[in-house]
């Protein structure tokens, strides 16, 4: 069965989730088309709800049938229904499950008899049924028929019960409708498009950012491990959470008393964490700096070091710097380094392997990290198929599908900006701040330069003083090389050439891509 859209929405019932997943197994011999489900079908006309919502709703040539799925246990005592979920919560309703699908069918017919013509409607049944996929109905009663309800038994071969289902309804009307295919096309065209409105590029985005939290929590135990060991190595990929697993270590070691520094290379990042994360006894700190933070504080040493994106501090002048701050240096003091296992160095400096065996020599105690907490799915596939670099797994749901369009010129470049940035703000919903446009060049370089003065007016161009009030209400701007470390919900990347072996730009793409939460535009140049 086609079911619309192509993944459970907008639930957190996982009845409704392993029915769907019913649903679109059955009738799997039929021709593709004959059958569609529409899953949380919103309701804009209802006899006596302000709002309602079908959980299921199934249109084909044999009719129009509204499924109601309960989970869990399920009772009725003096006229009160009672729903327990797996976690043992209770809610109560007086209308019952039948009653409920009944309604919305009512409410479901009039919205289409409203907006259809009568040829189309005229040649429908119309049904209702319940399911109950977690238990066994005991008795029968007057307020519904057998046929219309499937318990567990009925569930686990819901296509037959459907069979009888839609056989049961036809009958009430002689069973000769059948509805045309031109019939069905226009029923169609009206309710998927209705459907779809109810899922905008924002909510799909907000999806995401609820996954990303859960994901962070789950990572929360792998501080456990790094505060319990006084020299660490973390690596992990871009979106593996490092940066908050380092305030969260920070967090810990100065609440035992411990003078920090938190240091890392890039002044916008620097800016960043120093203005989000006011920790009594941590020092944030450019690496280059750490020397002079050290005396502003009015100490000989610090009592540990955190490096975030250790990676561009892998020489050895910068480890020197690091060693003559820390409590017993390198060799004996407490440190953690989080670093990416990706090539992201060249931005900042050269990688020296020198630096790596030193630290290597120490034996701290290595942690990967491999759960990816910031991109969706879809992005973590495009990093891994256009440029081999391992982001972590699991990843923040699905996600939108990636945005990509090739442009010959810079100006045509501008032009597909224009639209893409319309298409995001505009028409799907994103709050401008949330919106990130990333190019290899400065600004008065890159294709935003040649934007309508209407749209680059409303464009804000990131410098490492503004990160300390980023996001901004307003869509922003920066160098790639210089959002290392940074993230925000919406990425549109643009003025990179297409992704070859080999390529000088292909830790631009790797930065660039992998900034992106959720939503993810390219931009990308044939040469």
Request: glycine fraction near 8%; charge should be negative.
């Amino acid at each position: 069965m086609r079911m619309i859209p192509d993944a459970p929405h907008g639930t957190h019932s996982q009845a409704e989730k392993r029915v769907f997943d019913r649903l679109r197994a059955a009738f799997a011999n039929e021709q593709d088309g004959v059958f569609t489900a529409y899953h949380s079908l919103n309701l804009t006309r209802h006899a006596y709800k302000r709002f309602g919502e079908i959980d299921f709703l199934i249109c084909c040539s044999q009719g129009i049938f509204v499924l109601e799925v309960k989970g869990g246990r399920v009772s009725c005592h003096n006229g009160i229904w009672q729903y327990t979920n797996r976690h043992g919560d209770v809610t109560e309703s007086n209308e019952g499950p039948f009653k409920q699908a009944e309604s919305a069918l009512h409410g479901l017919m009039a919205n289409l008899r409203a907006n259809l013509p009568e040829w189309v409607v005229a040649q429908f049944s119309i049904g209702y049924g319940v399911i109950f996929p977690d238990c066994e109905w005991p008795v029968s009663g007057a307020e519904w028929d057998a046929k219309t309800m499937a318990d567990a038994r009925g569930y686990k071969d819901i296509e037959r019960w459907l069979e009888k289902l839609f056989q049961y309804w036809r009958g009430k009307d002689g069973g000769h409708r059948h509805a045309t295919t031109s019939a069905l096309k226009e029923l169609r065209h009206y309710l998927r498009p209705e459907f779809e409105a109810a899922t905008p590029l924002y909510v799909q985005a907000l999806d995401a950012e609820e996954r990303i939290a859960t994901l962070t929590e789950d990572q929360m135990t792998l501080v456990d491990v790094v505060a319990a060991n006084r020299r660490v190595l973390c690596s992990g990929g871009a979106g593996t959470g490092k940066t908050f697993l380092a305030l969260e270590l920070a967090r810990r070691w100065t609440a035992g008393n411990m003078n920090v520094a938190l240091v890392c290379r890039s002044p916008w990042l620097k800016n960043y964490l120093d203005a989000r994360f006011s920790i009594p006894k941590l020092t944030v700190s450019l690496v280059s700096a750490v020397r002079n933070a050290c005396r502003r504080q009015g100490l000989d040493s610090f009592d540990a070091v955190i490096v975030d994106e250790g990676q561009d501090i892998f020489d050895m002048a910068n480890l020197d710097c690091v060693d003559s701050v820390l409590n017993g240096g390198l060799l004996g003091g407490c440190w953690c380094i989080f670093h990416d296992s990706n090539n992201q160095s060249g931005l900042f400096g050269v990688f020296d392997q020198e630096a790596m065996d030193y630290l290597a020599s120490i034996q701290p105690m290595q942690v990967p990290l491999r759960t990816n907490c910031r991109n969706t799915h879809i992005i973590l596939n495009k990093v891994q198929t256009s440029l081999g670099a391992d982001m972590g797994t699991r990843g923040a749901g699905a996600g939108p599908k990636i945005r990509e369009t090739i442009s010959a010129s810079k100006e045509e470049s501008a032009e597909l900006l224009a639209i893409e940035l319309v298409e995001l703000i505009d028409h799907g919903g994103i709050s401008p701040g949330d919106v990130t446009i990333l190019s290899p060049y400065p600004v008065g370089d890159s294709c935003v330069a040649l934007l309508p003065d209407k749209i680059r007016n409303e464009i804000v161009t990131l410098d490492e003083y503004s990160l300390r009030n980023f996001p901004c209400a307003k869509t922003s701007f920066a160098e790639i090389a210089n959002f290392k470390g940074l993230e925000n919900e919406a990425i549109i990347v643009t003025d990179l050439p297409l992704p070859t072996k080999g390529s000088q730009y292909r830790v631009m793409h790797y930065v660039a891509m992998s900034r992106a939460r959720s939503v993810l535009s390219l931009i990308q140049r044939k040469t």
